[in-house]
């Protein structure tokens, strides 16, 4: 869980004074004296307050609107975290604007400050790639934003976050095939140095490692030439052979899409799913119900990403205290995994 961040009604309880008093001495409002002005903001100094835009965003107009920014909308995974964030801002009569970053920093602060300049509400920004390093660049964005998945480790302070716990879901992916009896078992990644990259491949390696199975660099297939993700099931499709030559019986697939490509590349080379190879997946789009055989998945709560990361939004509109999120996946089981044939 993140650390709360001291909120106006914090300051107001330390000063003896009124929310409404505190929000005014802020602004620097005429009605409150210069003295009490300057005690509240030393206050807030010594406490560490800092402004998130929200009582800014309420001086201003209401749009109405709530900005969106996704890698592409041509991911599924993309389109069910919107719809999570469409049920709940429809409820709260919001609009909801869509912006694309394509994994691409520069564009993803371009979309955040198209948002701002067009004043909407509040601002969601999808496999954050935008670090402290930034954080000059979006300081002056005056609405709150929430992260979903973020792809930094040092991601700026001012944003909230919904995040999924990669670990744990690699952990249950190969848990998963080592109940099944294999031991050779590969990692299937993408070109990139994405947080969940990482530690997808962090909990991979940390199950062989606790089950005492010996790790083969070979094992671990990653098309990086210059950190550059090319598309998912052509990922899967290119990287696949080279796991097969090295020999797993098991397949742990950084997303449903790559575990796409690996299982036409399997058809391609004659490899029969799950007879001769088993592949797991990650997210649980729709599509895995539909492949042949039917995609095994940990499963990303991904309505559940999108709601919780609206309704931290409205919380942060309505000034509400909120802490950032950790959601749980799950293993789903399906026909692209068996037990090892011996």
């Known amino acids: 869980m993140g650390k709360r961040k001291i909120s106006i009604e914090d300051i107001a309880r330390r000063a003896g004074v009124s929310h409404s008093t505190v929000s005014r001495a802020l602004r620097d409002n ?199 993700r090319a598309n998912d099931v052509t990922t899967g499709q290119k990287m696949l052979p080279q796991l097969v030559t090295a020999g797993v019986t098991g397949i742990f697939c950084y997303n449903d899409m790559v575990a796409v490509g690996a299982l036409l590349a399997c058809h391609e080379l004659g490899i029969s799913v799950p007879q001769d190879l088993s592949l797991v997946g990650f997210d649980g789009i729709a599509l895995g119900c539909y492949v042949t055989p039917p995609l095994t998945t940990i499963s990303q709560p991904m309505l559940e990403l999108g709601r919780s990361a609206m309704q931290i939004l409205l919380d942060l509109l309505a000034e509400k205290t909120v802490e950032n999120r950790v959601l749980s996946p799950c293993l789903v089981k399906r026909g692209s995994s068996a037990p090892i044939n011996n």
């Open 30 to 228: 005429p009605l409150i004296s210069s003295q009490v002005r300057e005690e509240i903001k030393q206050i807030a100094r010594e406490m560490n307050y800092v402004p998130n835009a929200i009582a800014q965003s309420l001086q201003n107009q209401r749009t109405s609107t709530i900005g969106v920014v996704v890698t592409s909308i041509a991911d599924p995974f993309f389109a069910e975290v919107v719809e999570g964030i469409e049920q709940i801002a429809k409820s709260a009569g919001l609009n909801v604007l869509l912006s694309t970053s394509h994994r691409d920093v520069e564009q993803e602060i371009a979309a955040i400050d198209n948002f701002h300049r067009r004043r909407v509400d509040g601002i969601l920004v999808a496999d954050s790639r935008i670090s402290k390093q930034q954080r000059e660049q979006v300081a002056q964005i005056a609405v709150p934003t929430v992260v979903i998945n973020s792809q930094i480790e040092d991601q700026p302070e001012i944003f909230y976050s919904v995040a999924i716990d990669d670990r744990l879901g690699a952990q249950l992916a190969v848990e998963h095939l080592i109940n099944l009896g294999h031991t050779a078992i590969g990692y299937l990644g993408v070109g990139d140095r994405s947080l969940s990259n990482q530690q997808r491949l962090e909990g991979y390696r940390m199950v062989l490692r606790k089950a005492g199975i010996q790790q083969i660099p070979n094992w671990v297939a990653m098309n990086d030439q210059d950190n550059v």
